[in-house]
């Protein structure tokens, strides 16, 4: 039995490596190293999953775009900015239609350059309707104002319970924050006044919406709250600490400890299909004159719509999570959708990404210093890696902001301390049995050698296994032809190439023997499919050296031919040889065989020959094209067994022909006649070595009956 205090020792080791690491991984997030690298992977959670939520069908946008303002000039012979008379006329037809609300994101905080005639004009538009909404901007440099106006009659929030969060809502805590208001016309005939003060993230980027803002003891709402004001919603909000959430009617819009709330974006403001102020105004003028309108009215009913700018040099920008250049009124519009959806993003609690992390740590400590495999390793870094990804991406998608970096980073960070650990206990022991045996053993083989180092002693034990036996023709001629250097590097070039195939297909390198390779497959590992294994790397082998002949034939001289052999049977495996010096090698008649079928190759004129026994166990794993050669008692042996010669299936398919005229010359030779074979073998000879080979022995035993036992019986080896 494997001795367990190594393993135990490295759970002890992975415990102590976990803590170690977690406490660094929470130092680290306490003091907002992860902050910057969590908030850009979050924007990349918005931009990819924005387009799989929908815009809310009760929003529409109206914006003054440069095409509206060449229209305006060219049609009505309007300057910029447009007379306020432009704005009545819109109002006017939102009324007409039963728009539940219109906001401005636009500050009228000068009075019209028209004269005040043009400015009532929109005042008396905007009081008929009762629901327009007007905008303020709140902040420590903006306008001369610093108090709520005392005859304002305007809806602003009431609220309750928010002692512990409503600091958060004042402007920037300054007490000499000012405020810019439109012009008293404008403001109080508002049917709601809403702020479209923003604050940023640390990083400069506005992910986040306060539902109102603080003033001068007021709770005036964002625009995107104004909105649901003017169209009639309650003005009433309480604070649910347990939830962290405000409670507005049937709305609820969860917050952070700074009262915003994040929001969960829908991409560009394309996705909202934004309307031309130009058709608008063009759709009233034409209802008004009974003509068919761009834009009629029933568009517009029961929506909140909302005006702003959209021409170069006009609009206010912000820096989000979709653009560095997002048109403002997008953060408005998507407040205001988030909370007609009730589909806010919400943080999750710090324990729980806390917890996430220590898990990956954890199992990345333990599987680092247990595997002791390096692929595995890395493999479950990427499987943890890809797993704290996946795991944000549908978090957001579920509408929870889920660390990423902290799971991810500490996970790293248990991998390169876990792995430096190895590195300096056991790196010595591995990296001196992987230099002594990388030349003979294949990797996986090293493997278990480098996690149990125990199985370098004495033993076998006695396994199925598919066994492969290779030599080069005549290579005693061309060693004579090479002077040692030469011959040096033919060998390392060539006996490299097939090992690699070997390798690559789990197989494991017995020994070579000069020229000849000789190796096996499904030990000490086992494969279930040994046999196919073994078959299509020895197909691939002289594949492969059918395409370097031209390569060999200009550098050294001479063109290859290898020949192969092929068995599966049982055999002993395992280490063999003295206390002091062994090999990990195969004993058995299953492995004689394979080196005889190697030999008998040169008899049949072929490069490669397998036992029925190797082709039947392939053949459970795959397709593989053959054929039937001969029936063949090797040197000792007086029981025959049945050999094939494997081709790759375009060589068979082109051969196919040959193969089937071959078939029937050896069912007749094998039944003894002799006449009926030979003209059969002899129209093939000239294309077919195994054919010609046949022939010379249908004249030998129509010469000799009586000699033909029913079977091959090999002379030599």
Known sequence: MKNKRPSLKKAAAA??????????????????????????????????????????????LVLVNQDSIDWGYRERGWSWPWPRKAHAEFVDYMKTAGAKSVSYDVIFSEPSVYGADDDDLFVQSAAGYGRVVQTIF?????????????????????????????????????????????????????????????????????????????????????????????????????YDEKEKAVKWGDYTIPVDKNGAALLRFRGGLARYVPYSASEVLQSAEAYLKGGEQLLPPEDFEGKHVFFGYFAPGLFDIASTPISSTYPGVGMHVTMLDNILQGDFIRETPAWAGLAATFILILILSAVVLLSDSILISVAALLAGSALAAGNALYAYHAGYWFPAVMPASGALTAFLTATLYNYYTEGSQKRFIKSAFSQYLSPTVIEQLMGDPSKLTLGGERREISIFFSDIQGFTTISEKLDPTRLTSFLNEYLSFMSDIILDSGGTIDKYEGDAIIAFWNAPLSYEDHAARALSASLECLRMLEERQGYFEEKYGFRLVTRIGLNTGFAVVGNMGSSKRFDYTMLGDSVNLAAR?????????????????????????????????????????????AVYEPMREEVFTAKKDIIEKFGRARDHFYKEEFSGALPLFEELAEVDRPSFFYAEQCRYYMKNPGEWKGFWQAAGK
């Open 15 to 60: 415990a102590v490596i976990s803590v170690i690491v977690f406490a660094v991984t929470v130092l680290a997030y306490t003091l907002g190293a992860f902050d910057y690298a969590e908030n850009k992977t979050y924007d990349l959670r918005v931009n990819l999953l924005a387009g799989f939520s929908r815009p809310s069908d009760d929003i529409i």
């Open 138 to 238: 709140f902040g420590s440099q903006a306008g001369n104002m610093y108090k709520w106006p005392d005859d304002l009659d305007i809806p602003v929030f009431t609220h309750e319970s928010f002692d512990a969060i409503l600091p958060a809502f004042s402007v920037g805590g300054d007490k000499e924050a000012g405020a810019l208001f439109p012009v008293d016309g404008l403001l109080y005939s508002a049917g709601a006044a809403g702020s479209i003060t923003g604050r940023a993230d640390s990083d400069g980027i506005f992910r986040r919406a306060h539902l109102f803002t603080l003033f001068d003891g007021r709770a005036v709402p964002g625009l995107s709250a104004a909105a649901l004001l003017a169209s009639g919603e309650e003005n009433k909000i309480t």
């Open 597 to 641: 079928l190697e030999g008998l190759n040169k008899q049949f004129g072929t490069y490669i020959m397998c036992a029925e026994a190797t082709l039947a166990a392939a053949r459970e794993h795959g397709e593989f094209s053959a054929r039937e050669l001969a029936s063949v008692a090797v040197v000792g042996k007086s029981k025959a067994v």
